[in-house]
């Protein structure tokens, strides 16, 4: 029978790939890899750019894509054969990287391309790939070459297991609670609470460390001593303070080397750090530009973040007789001081967001604003829940997109873009093969046989996905590797989801993307003007909290030993910025999976730099919408050419400018905030 990871007639047969496909698969496109790289860096072979795409680029894409195929499924229906294969194929994919990346034959040929026969687009490229080389080690030589291969392939390794650890952990966790344990908290959750307790043949309530059964009983459960409970073993996670068996999970002795191969990365390379490795890359110019940027920021919202605190205290102390707050109070003071002052509470709310009607929403939106249709289509996919939909103009299709909603066992946590493949004016057969994106987020399932009802945050989270997804999508730059998120700084990746984020506080949108669970009414407006003026509640509180996540980050691969333990740096910038600082047992770092799996190293304060960005694009519209508050389909025309449709194809600050006018200011943000 056919491997299905071997077929790139188009879409991938997620559905047919299964475990032993795997291995054969993988290992035949590395050797096609490896035969395709040995025919480039012939001396025969023309330094010409179609010529090394055509010979090398349609073989490793393959290999990009097939590999793409078998993450996800890692990531969204992990087994524990999926996962053996996977680990298995993980080391032979990332050596085979490394030395492509570092290959010095390789790197001559692009040095020998010549420019000026290039367009501005593969110009583009060739600048990356340029730079991307030397980070890579091509310019490293013997032992030292070695060495950084090794510990590329000893990175993806500790990455891969930090992850699982962390999915582990989360998931080893439940608690059988009782309905009177359970007194507030709302009865959506307590039905699927039930339900998985009924599952698993037990009576009671399950409750489990996944966001959408922990974060309601943290919320609004009366009961202290189940959010301690809960807090504690959600604080714990992946650590040496987990209770019992769990302590086998402990990602601390993971963290230690991750930061000590990443230091040794950095100066075989010729930096300082990892923190300057990792800014080569983006648009800050160094980490101390960063750390200043961060220091400014957290100047300008501690004040109102010690404001917040000073408010729920005052309101524990008056109205719930806790005259000491702890960790495990801080979410559920919040929710009653908010629902006292606004007199709403996330519940209500929630009541109106039935997910199918605001996916409808932000199609509409999406829809209006950048011109294009959005249709539902069909493809194989991973799980029943999964959907799949086209985006077209004028009938001619631009991108596809799966649609992942729920959390399930299995499922890595948390939300996030990928991409299937990307744009590409195919050098093989010279057609434009069109992009291709996964959404994927962690919503609660419905309940009683009703729709999924989304919490406003949730909306917020889809609408930012979203905007991932439409930057991948959007694009009409026809290199693939600076066509849509590919080639964007990594501190700019964030601006269009960010962006797409505002629209969920703008009643034109909410009123057609909202409908009562039970009655089908829109949100009504008294109820969005409470949303509305409770907006910035707690701003100062949640923005210092990023900070202190993105300065962690980066004086932890700028300044730190990674000899020394860690975790007193994460104390120190507590210190220093934070406002509530969580008890001596909290564990955070060893669940960061952003920095220690994802992506994010000395990068985390990416998504605070690109709100700067995203706030004052927004700005753009609310300046030229109209006195209804429609957004300008002009405006809306102007973003879409110079952020989404150009991709990675020039520096995002010429992308940026070309859209405002200007470079980015700091005031919008602090504004959209109620930080001004």
């Known amino acids: 029978m056919a491997n299905p990871l071997l077929d790139f007639t188009d879409l991938p047969l997620f559905d047919q790939v299964r475990p032993e496909h795997i291995a054969p698969a993988v290992d035949q496109l590395l050797a096609e890899s490896e035969a395709a790289l040995e025919a480039t860096v012939a001396p025969e072979l023309p330094a010409d750019w179609d010529t090394l795409a055509r010979t090398l680029d349609v073989v490793t894409e393959r290999l990009g894509r097939a590999w793409g195929v078998v993450g996800h499924l890692n990531a969204v229906a992990d087994t524990p054969e999926l996962r053996a294969a996977y680990n298995a194929e993980l080391p032979k994919v990332t050596e085979f990287w490394t ?20 367009n501005n687009e593969q110009r583009q490229a060739l600048k990356n790939a340029l730079r991307n080389f030397v980070l890579g080690g091509a310019e490293l030589q013997g032992t030292a070459k070695e060495r950084y291969a090794e510990i590329q392939e000893r990175m993806a390794a500790l990455n891969q297991k930090f992850s699982e650890n962390a999915l582990d952990a989360t998931d080893a966790y439940s608690y059988y609670a009782t309905e009177p344990d359970l007194d507030g908290v709302p009865a959506d959750v307590k039905t699927a609470a039930r339900t998985a307790a009924e599952a698993d043949g037990k009576s009671g309530y399950k409750l489990t460390l996944k966001l959408p059964s922990y974060l309601p009983v943290m919320q609004f459960a009366n009961n202290r001593a189940l959010r301690e409970r809960l807090y504690r073993a959600y604080a714990t996670r992946a650590s040496d303070q987990a209770e ?32 300057e490795v990792s800014v ?8 101390k530009q960063v750390v200043d940027f961060l220091r400014e920021l957290a100047a300008k919202a501690k004040p109102y973040a010690e404001r917040d605190v000073a408010d729920l205290r005052a309101f524990a102390k008056d109205n719930l007789q806790l005259t000491d707050p702890q960790s495990w109070d801080w979410p559920y003071i919040g929710e009653k001081l908010k629902e006292a002052r606004y007199a709403f509470s996330e519940q209500e709310v929630k009541q109106y967001f039935q997910a199918p009607k605001v996916l409808q929403g932000l199609f509409k939106i999406v829809e209006t604003l950048f011109e294009v249709a959005i249709r539902r289509d069909s493809a194989p996919v991973w799980h029943p829940t999964v959907e799949f939909y086209r985006i077209e103009r004028d009938g001619k299709l631009l991108g596809q997109f799966y649609l992942d909603p729920g959390a399930r066992a299995g499922k890595r946590g948390g939300a996030w873009m990928d991409d299937v493949r990307a744009r590409w004016l195919r050098p093989d057969n010279g057609k434009l093969q069109t992009p291709v994106a996964q959404l994927v987020c962690n919503f609660a399932e419905g309940v009683d046989g009703k729709p999924p009802l989304l ?36 501190d700019a990746v964030e601006l269009p989801s960010q962006f797409m984020e505002n629209f969920c506080w703008e009643w034109d949108v909410l009123k057609h993307m909202t409908a009562h669970a039970d009655t089908g009414e829109p949100l009504p407006r008294a109820l969005f003007d409470k949303m509305i003026a409770a907006k910035n509640y707690q701003a100062g509180m949640q923005t210092v909290r990023q900070i202190e996540f993105s300065l962690f980050d980066m004086l932890l691969h700028t300044e730190h030993d990674p000899a020394q333990d860690f975790q007193p740096v994460l104390d120190a910038v507590r210190n220093e910025v934070a406002v509530t600082v969580p008890p001596p047992f909290a564990r955070t770092a060893q669940t960061f999976s952003h920095i220690f799996a994802g992506g994010y190293a000395a990068g985390y304060y990416s998504y605070k730099w690109a709100e700067v960005l995203s706030a004052d694009a927004y700005a753009a519209f609310e300046e030229t919408a109209a006195p209804d508050g429609t957004p300008s389909v002009e405006t809306g025309r102007k973003y879409r050419r110079e952020i989404l449709e150009a991709g990675g194809s020039r520096p ?22 109620g930080m001004a």
């Open 244 to 275: 019992g068996d769990s302590i086998k999970f402990d990602n601390a002795p993971l963290i230690r080397e991750i930061l000590a191969l990443r230091r040794e990365e950095a100066q075989l390379l010729g930096y300082a750090n990892f923190g």
């Open 455 to 490: 919490t406003h945050d949730d909306a917020t989270t889809l609408f930012h996905e979203f905007g991932h997804g439409l930057h991948h999508m959007l694009t009409q730059v026809s290199e693939h590797d600076v066509s849509g998120i590919s080639g964007v700084e990594w």
């Open 280 to 287: 080569a890359a983006k648009m800050a110019d160094s980490p």
């Open 99 to 118: 030395r492509l990346g570092s290959d010095e034959r390789l790197y001559a040929k692009y040095k020998a391309l010549n420019p000026a026969a290039l």
């Open 652 to 673: 995002a600050m010429e992308s940026f400018k070309a859209f405002r006018g200007r470079e980015p200011s700091l005031e919008a943000l602090l504004r959209h905030q």
